[in-house]
């Protein structure tokens, strides 16, 4: 036991140090202790290197920010034209229908009014849930034949999963139950199929 606390001891310093160098105070990236050392052709230098580091930052987020809004706007636009009928194949579109079971809701599980919704493959969206004179938004996603009820903020853990069934043509019914926020329980969800004109079955 001595001899393995003995070990630790330099990596734990070690720790220690990079540590207390991370949290000590710094000047353009440079320690304040290192800063005091610099000439001032030093300093110049290590203001323009600290400046080009955050130009190139700067960059980089707004080409990821531009990048994310284009690939937001191709998502939209396709979600719209399976809505209008201009793309798609027969289960991209569906209607969801959720009624009994309960929902967390002001605090405590209540008796989930009944509520119904169309959603699009690829579509992220919140609907109006109702219960004992409460409201609230539930989370929805339909993305390549999964849907996804009662999705947590900025993650999909948790969320109920109904995954495609060739039932959904004619609709079909099973009972949910998720760990979201609304925390779901004996809930049952009717799915169908909206199906566009003149199109092939799509299989999952």
């Given amino acids: 036991m001595a001899e393995t606390l003995h070990r630790m001891l330099p990596l734990a310093a070690a720790s220690m140090v990079l540590l207390l160098a991370a949290c ?4 353009y990236g440079v320690s304040e202790e290192q800063w005091d050392t610099m000439g001032e052709a030093e ?8 400046e080009s580091v955050q130009k190139a930052r700067e960059a980089r987020l707004q080409a990821e920010a531009e990048q994310e809004t284009a690939l937001a706007a ?4 396709q979600v719209a034209a399976i809505r ?3 793309a798609g194949l027969p289960g991209d579109l569906i209607r969801v229908s959720l009624r009994g079971g309960t929902l967390r809701i002001g605090g405590r599980d209540r008796a989930l ?5 169309t959603l699009a493959s690829g579509e992220t969206r919140s609907v109006e849930v109702h219960a004992e004179r409460y409201r609230s938004e539930l989370d929805v996603a339909y993305e390549d034949g999964l849907l996804l009820i009662d999705l947590p903020r900025h ?3 948790g ?6 069934d060739g039932d959904w043509m004619q609709g079909t019914e099973s009972r949910i139950r998720s760990d979201g926020p609304h925390r779901l329980r004996d809930v049952r969800a009717f799915v169908q199929v909206i199906p566009p004109p003149g ?6």
Wanted: net charge positive.
């Fill in 43 to 50: 300093r110049v230098e290590a203001i323009r290197a600290w």
């Fill in 84 to 86: 209008s009928g201009d």
């Fill in 155 to 157: 993650s999909r853990t």
């Fill in 113 to 117: 009014e009944p509520t119904s919704f």
């Fill in 24 to 27: 000590s105070p710094r000047i």
């Fill in 159 to 164: 969320a109920a999963r109904v995954a495609w």
């Fill in 74 to 77: 191709e998502r939209a636009a």
């Fill in 199 to 204: 199109r092939p079955l799509r299989r999952y």
